[in-house]
């Protein structure tokens, strides 16, 4: 699932592409992805783009004067911004069989949700007022502005495993830094794939300095997968020449 940095990378560039922007048109491609029913996604057509904001795991775009598309990702939900063809070109017509869920079409370009999964999971909920719009958010502490106390207190207040209550959005609202620096070693976060679950961890206080496998890269490399993080970087030099 997207986590904290992800979703901030979303919103940073969404701003730079749709934030002033009237929407033209709300194109629906697969019905599972809406969840509410009034507003209709179609009201915010003419409406101009107020705001674009995380809360949470979420991202939120917001049409003047309150209305709220709420987009949840899941583990699969993959946004895709395409610039508006120069000469007034259609565009390709979007399938949901290639996994396109919505499109809100802009002056400046395409915005599309799409699914890299045949699970239905991501969502969008369309709300009007802020009243409405905090109901979606699941109350977790930011954990790049809580205290440590703060933090101590969010992961002790229910029997969790450390993993449940870092994954659970009503204890942390997201979590993330892969490819950053750890803050311990400097070394740069690691990231495996399993099913369909992803997992940050550092290579060098966590694990002695060994990679973990991949089951997808690694399966794919197979004995070139390197062990340690200075296989790695010989491997990415390697690679580069």
């Known amino acids: 699932m997207p986590e904290l940095p992800d979703i901030d990378t979303y919103c940073h560039a969404l701003r730079a592409r749709v934030l002033g922007q009237p929407l033209a048109r709300f194109e629906l491609l697969s019905p599972f992805v809406l969840r509410t029913v009034t507003p209709a996604p179609s009201s915010a057509e003419g409406r101009v783009v107020t705001r674009v904001q995380r809360l949470g795991k979420r991202v939120v775009l917001t049409f003047e004067p309150d209305l709220h598309f709420v987009v949840h990702l899941m583990i699969a939900g993959r946004l895709r911004f395409e610039p508006t063809v120069a000469g007034g070109k259609p565009q390709k017509p979007l399938s949901p069989r290639a996994g396109a869920l919505f499109a809100l079409h802009f002056p400046s370009g395409r915005l599309t949700l799409g699914e890299v999964s045949k699970k239905k999971r991501a969502k969008l909920h369309v709300v009007t007022g802020e009243t409405a719009l905090r109901e979606h958010d699941p109350g977790g502490v930011e954990p790049l502005e809580v205290d440590l106390a703060g933090f101590r207190a969010a992961l002790t207040a229910e029997n969790h495993t450390i ?26 976060i690691q990231r495996i794939r399993y099913a369909d679950n992803e997992t940050n961890y550092c290579a060098r206080c966590q694990n002695g300095g060994v990679l973990l496998a991949d089951r997808g890269l690694s399966r794919l ?21």
């Open 163 to 188: 993993k449940r209550a870092l994954t659970d959005p009503r204890v942390l609202s997201g979590i993330g830094k892969y490819g950053q620096p750890c803050p311990v070693c400097a070394e740069p």
């Open 221 to 241: 490399l197979r004995g070139d997968w390197p062990k340690t993080l200075e296989g790695l970087e010989e491997l990415k030099r390697a690679r580069s020449v």
